[in-house]
T-cell receptor
Framework: KAGVTQTPRYLIKTRGQQVTLSCSPI?????VSWYQQTPGQGLQFLFE???????NKGNFPGRFSGRQFSNSRSEMNVSTLELGDSALYLC???????????FGPGTRLLVL | AQSVTQLDSHVSVSEGTPVLLRCNYS??????LFWYVQHPNKGLQLLLK??????LVKGINGFEAEFKKSETSFHLTKPSAHMSDAAEYFC?????????????FGQGTTLQVKP
């Protein structure tokens, strides 16, 4: 099976812009989670989607949003980018009822 | 609330010597615990997981971890380090309070392997 894929892999934006990141889960996995990784804060949970519904959200401002499509692919959007949003954004998928999550390679976002 | 604490931010070993990466957890429930590895500029790869079966868990690439409830620990070990083991390692607990897929990560341990 193909693993979790994320696009794009690298992105450079300027403050105030918005960005959309995409994640395709492992085939058959209906749950997708997003995490932000920064040197200062480590890995932090953003949100989880299952069957197109957000099931849980981490402690992030409303500028961070996401959605999931009927084919389980997910996107996350960050509006009004700030310098502090520079990070590696990781997507993970899991099969229904399982706790083990499988991660994609991440999208590295740089905000200038 | 559940949490994990990785006791060392940086560990340095010589190639061929044993590796020990320490992790303590806090959980109100019987936890599900994981170790993930991240090589530079890569995503996270699952090394092994504990889900209340055998307390000694074997993972990939010769790594193993032992769940010790009395010590609330889940330390990762490998008998003989290889240069390719140099990476960042994360101890992770599944957040059963949220009843979703949320994972709680430790701060990570950077493993340096010297030739």
């Amino acid at each position: 099976k193909a693993g979790v894929t994320q696009t794009p892999r690298y992105l450079i934006k300027t403050r105030g812009q918005q960005v959309t990141l995409s994640c395709s889960p492992i085939s058959g996995h209906r749950s997708v989670s997003w995490y932000q990784q920064t040197p200062g804060q480590g890995l932090q949970f953003l949100f989880e989607y299952f069957s197109e519904t957000q099931r849980n959200k981490g402690n992030f401002p409303g500028r961070f949003s996401g959605r999931q499509f009927s084919n389980s692919r997910s996107e996350m959007n960050v509006s009004t980018l700030e310098l502090g949003d520079s990070a590696l954004y990781l997507c993970a998928s899991r099969s229904t009822g399982a706790e083990t999550q499988y991660f994609g390679p991440g999208t590295r976002l740089l905000v200038l | 609330a559940q949490s994990v604490t990785q006791l060392d931010s940086h560990v340095s070993v010589s190639e061929g010597t044993p590796v020990l990466l320490r992790c303590n957890y806090s959980s109100s429930y019987s936890p599900s615990l994981f170790w993930y590895v991240q090589h530079p500029n890569k995503g996270l790869q699952l090394l092994l997981k504990y889900t209340s079966a055998a307390t000694l868990v074997k993972g990939i690439n010769g790594f193993e971890a032992e769940f010790k409830k009395s010590e609330t620990s889940f330390h990762l070990t490998k008998p003989s380090a290889h240069m390719s083991d140099a990476a960042e390692y994360f101890c992770v607990v599944s957040d059963r309070d949220s009843n979703t897929g949320k994972l709680i990560f430790g701060q990570g341990t950077t493993l340096q392997v010297k030739p």
